[in-house]
């Protein structure tokens, strides 16, 4: 036994993985907000909060007697990367429909990113030149750089329809951040009929 089996969830008594259904008791979350890690741009989950108007965020944490966090009122919860390409967050897609009942993801590229500093070539060449590594086979070109806002968007949501670990039933939509002024601008939205 390692030094933190003690709190992992499949070890405790009685837990039983192939019962498991969810932890949208304890923690009600629906949307996924895939966003740049830029500090400048961590209003956005806010802003998508206040965009759908029906999403808790921030939220609390539910304490139990003791003291326990066993719980959160929050709705909506992001996954941040270079760029906030979908690409780079399908597992997260995938483990937070399995973790919790998923309705919606959303892909929000925001103004002066540094992904539109590059091109997919230049990253690639940088790493061939610099480091001696051959990154070229290793991500999707087209999700390495954003070279249009509004095609980058569409790109994305586009990925997430077409990937299996994206349930069909979720709602997609695709936003343009101006990280100045904090407006939130639909590009693209992808609802299930």
Request: proline share 5%; aromatic share 12%; net charge negative.
């Amino acid at each position: 036994m390692s030094l933190f089996s003690a709190y992992e969830y499949r070890k405790q008594p009685g837990f039983d993985m192939n019962a498991f259904h969810g932890a949208n008791e304890a923690i009600p979350m629906k949307t996924l907000v895939i966003h740049c890690f830029d500090p400048r741009a961590v209003e956005i989950p806010k802003a998508v909060a206040e965009y759908f108007g029906d999403e808790v965020y921030p939220g609390e944490n539910i304490l139990d007697e003791a003291g326990n966090r066993i719980g959160h009122t929050r709705t909506l919860f992001s996954e941040t990367n270079a760029g906030g390409r979908a690409a780079f967050a399908l597992e997260s897609v995938a483990a937070m429909d399995y973790l919790f009942s998923v309705q919606n993801v959303v892909v929000v590229h925001h103004s002066f990113c540094g992904t539109t500093t590059l091109t997919p070539e230049l990253l690639i060449g940088e790493f061939r030149d610099h480091y001696h590594a051959d990154i070229a086979t290793m991500f999707d070109h087209d999700s390495l750089a954003i070279m249009d806002y509004e095609a980058s968007l569409k790109h994305d949501v586009a990925l997430l329809r077409s990937s299996p670990a994206v349930p069909k039933h979720v709602k997609l939509y695709g936003f343009f951040y101006e990280i100045s002024t904090g407006k939130l601008t639909e590009v693209v939205r992808d609802i299930p009929a």
